[in-house]
């Protein structure tokens, strides 16, 4: 038992020993990591943001798009006649109050009782 046991770890140390050897260090190009290709586009982006020259804004731009300003015409005030005389009938004019012609003819003024309740009837079962 103790060969056969034995065999079978040299036969794993020999087969580990060829499968290291066979592992050449072979120089990779590496892909850019994440953080440096958000850095490669951000700095496209700003060289570009600073070579960016607006056009010039002219007088003469907004012709077309806005509408010019017109200042409104002045409001005509309301033109009566006889301002004084509709003043006095104003004044003169009686006072309506509610309840006083009753009280004026001699009558007691009737207080309407507005908040009437209906009787609710009487359901048999």
């Known amino acids: 038992m103790f060969s056969r046991a034995s065999s079978a770890r040299k036969a794993v140390a020999a087969v580990s020993r060829l499968a290291t050897r066979n592992v050449v ?11 440096r290709r958000a850095d490669f586009v951000q700095e496209l982006y700003l060289k570009e943001l600073k070579a960016y020259k607006p056009t010039p804004i002219k007088e003469s731009d907004s012709v077309g798009q806005v509408a010019t300003f017109n200042v409104p015409k002045t ?3 309301p033109e009566e006649a006889d301002l ?17 012609e009753a009280a004026a003819a001699g009558q007691p003024a009737v207080i309407e009782d507005w908040l009437v309740e209906e009787e609710e009837e009487e359901v048999h079962h």
């Open 84 to 100: 004084a005389s509709s003043l006095k009938e104003y004044e003169s004019m009686a006072v309506e109050v509610e309840g006083q």
């Open 25 to 35: 260090p072979v120089r990779t190009f590496m892909a850019p990591t994440v953080s």
């Open 75 to 77: 409001p005509k005030s």
